[in-house]
């Protein structure tokens, strides 16, 4: 029997995370995900996927300043962005500048050493292409801050706002790790053959960067756009529905109940951003697309999964649409690099099976008997 995407098949243990499609749960290493996102930073949260438990404040202390000091693109990777050509989308951009970091540096052991100088770099990478693009000098980054507000400081050359840092960091926290979802599987599959870490994350970029599975909540942004008021929210989705079009942002190939990831992003950003007309504007949509959903496609249980909130977020704190998958890149890492770790302390290398449907040279029976 052919298990097609492998959906269903268990073919990894893992400590790391655990989800719950039923009943909408999401856990980090036995930790519910939304108490880490509420309670934690991402430092905290990183440590924790990664060592299994929080740092106390010493430890803390010295892996936040492991963290600053890896920031900084060497020279030679900073002239490869440099040639690169403008029409290259930033996730194939952030797999290039990633991959010429493969030096000696990374063993064919992947260690937390190795996965930290890579959670370091990412947003450095992006923000620097970034403002290369916008024809904007790039922004060195700034050791007093935090590995998300330095994030948003070298986007925009200004020190960002409390409450865009808060909500940026919980989304990066809730994004961190979500099981064996194809890009991990990428992860894993290139580390089971004992390649370096470098290369594992260059395949799970490769792998995130399909719109089937790093789909960013850009749809969701021109979704609401569209909507532009409450006013406008009920006859345009009633609209939608009725052409038997998809609501973007609503649903979930796991969840089969509220996206966990959603209820706390939503509560974070009413507590940090409670006022911001655009997130008045996504809970109004959420509300009114909820109801019509519950008539148009009854005990479908559609309901607004991360990438909606998410979109509110990136909307709210003024991230364009090419910044939404490197974003999440830059946070999923820690999961991708964790798992790869995992992955090579009980290692089998990954070689499944497929069904043959081509033509056999002679009497099938001989072949089919072996």
Known sequence: MIS?????????????????????????????????????????AA??????????????KEFSAGLKQQRRIPDYTAKILQCLPNDMDLMSVLRTAVSSLGTQKYT?????????????ILPTIIAYRYRQLSGLPPVAPKNEYGHVKNYLYML?????????????????????????NAATFSARVTISTESDLVSAVVSAIGTMKGPLHGGAPSEVTKMLNEIGSKERAENWLRTKLEK????????????????????????????NMHGDPWLSLALHVEETAIRLLDQYKPGRKLYTNVEFYAAAIMRAIGMEDMLFTPTFTASRVVGWTAHAIEQA?????????????????GSPAIFQSH
């Open 108 to 120: 064919f052991k992947p260690a937390i050493e190795d996965a930290v100088r890579l959670t370091a």
């Open 156 to 180: 925009t050359g200004k020190e960002p706002l409390d409450a865009h840092v808060r909500a940026l960091e919980a989304y990066m926290i809730l994004t961190l790790e979500h099981g064996m």
């Open 345 to 361: 302390k009980h290692n089998t290398i990954f070689r499944p099976d497929a069904e043959y449907t081509g033509e056999f040279p």
């Open 47 to 60: 440590y924790f996927l990664w060592y299994g438990k929080f740092p106390d404040p010493t430890a803390l």
């Open 244 to 271: 038997g079009e998809k609501l973007m942002g609503f649903g979930h190939r796991i969840y089969k109940t509220k996206d966990p990831r959603a209820i706390a992003l939503k509560h974070i950003l009413l507590e």
């Open 4 to 44: 097609r995407g492998l959906k269903g098949v268990k073919a990894a243990e893992t400590a790391i995370s655990f989800i719950d499609g039923t009943h909408g749960t999401l856990i980090y290493r036995g930790k519910n995900a939304k108490e880490v996102a509420a309670e934690h930073t991402f430092e905290e």
